[in-house]
């Protein structure tokens, strides 16, 4: 029996805070066809929140350190400010949103993240487990649900999680009953060989690939752990996942990530 298709689109960067970008792409997303799942960032939100706070960000490698006054912040921001304004938003456009972050519904649990390198990361959670069933319950009940990237440990602590990562697992418990297409929508047009030129889309990156253009420096960054989740979801069975421009994530253009 064919599987249902399904598309989950993770958003971040600087489309989550320009409100003319965000408003595009909410409307994009909408007009794909069959059940959808769409899951946020806000780092750079949460960093001049609580700047304005007087609390300071620190960040390893791309990875925002989460003490406890960190956490407050993160937590407002991804599963209060930039949650439900994007709920807001896409019922204003008549999809019948609903904001979740991994502790409602006990949809998405994590444990918090061991010591790595020596270096303490706080209250950030590396995910333990899906529910697929209850996020596919939402779906067939109508819902579309916007995931923020907040889980929790069973235990009362929630926990700042990576949203590509939130994505990637989303992606694969749900390819489980349907036909999963994973989308990283961000600012350029896809994975690019040449930082500068952003007509120098790659547009396919297999495994082998990756290694050899980690290897030489081609793909470097925030980009790299990004394929990384990519290639985990396409191992666990997520059909398709695409890396491409906010504003194409309709059309099909970008970088497709292959086993």
């Known amino acids: 029996m064919e599987k249902q298709k399904l598309t989950i689109v993770k958003v971040g960067g600087a489309v989550v805070e320009d ?11 909408i007009a794909i066809d069959g059940p959808k799942v769409l899951v946020h960032g806000g780092g750079r939100r949460a960093t001049q929140i609580a700047s304005r706070l007087g609390i300071e960000s620190h960040m390893v490698e791309g990875r925002r350190i ?6 407050e912040v993160v937590t407002m921001v991804y599963g209060g400010l930039v949650n439900k304004h994007i709920v807001a938003c896409l019922q204003a456009m008549g999809a019948n949103a609903i904001g979740l972050t991994g502790a409602d519904g006990d949809i998405i649990r994590s444990v918090k993240r061991p010591l790595k390198n020596g270096i303490d990361y706080g ?7 899906v529910d697929g069933e209850k996020i596919s319950h939402f779906i067939e009940e109508g819902y579309l649900p916007v995931v923020a990237p907040l889980t929790h440990d069973g235990l009362g602590n929630m926990l700042n999680t990576n949203a590509d990562t ?24 896809g994975v690019l060989a040449d930082a500068d030129d952003d007509a120098s889309v790659i547009p396919v990156i297999s495994h082998d690939d990756f290694l050899r253009l980690k290897a030489d420096g081609t793909i470097s960054g925030g980009m790299v752990p990004k394929i990384e989740n ?4 396409i191992d666990a069975g997520v059909k398709r996942v695409v890396i491409t421009q906010a504003t194409a994530i309709a ?4 970088t497709i990530i292959t086993a």
């Open 19 to 29: 409100e003319a970008q965000l408003k595009r792409l909410l409307a994009d997303f």
């Open 66 to 71: 989460t003490d406890g006054q960190m956490l």
């Open 123 to 129: 209250f950030v959670g590396d995910v333990k487990q």
């Open 166 to 189: 939130m994505a990637q697992e989303t992606a694969k418990a749900l390819a489980r009953g349907y036909d999963v297409t994973l989308v990283y929508a961000f600012e350029k047009p």
């Open 230 to 233: 990519a290639l985990v979801a």
């Open 251 to 254: 059309n099909g253009s970008g």
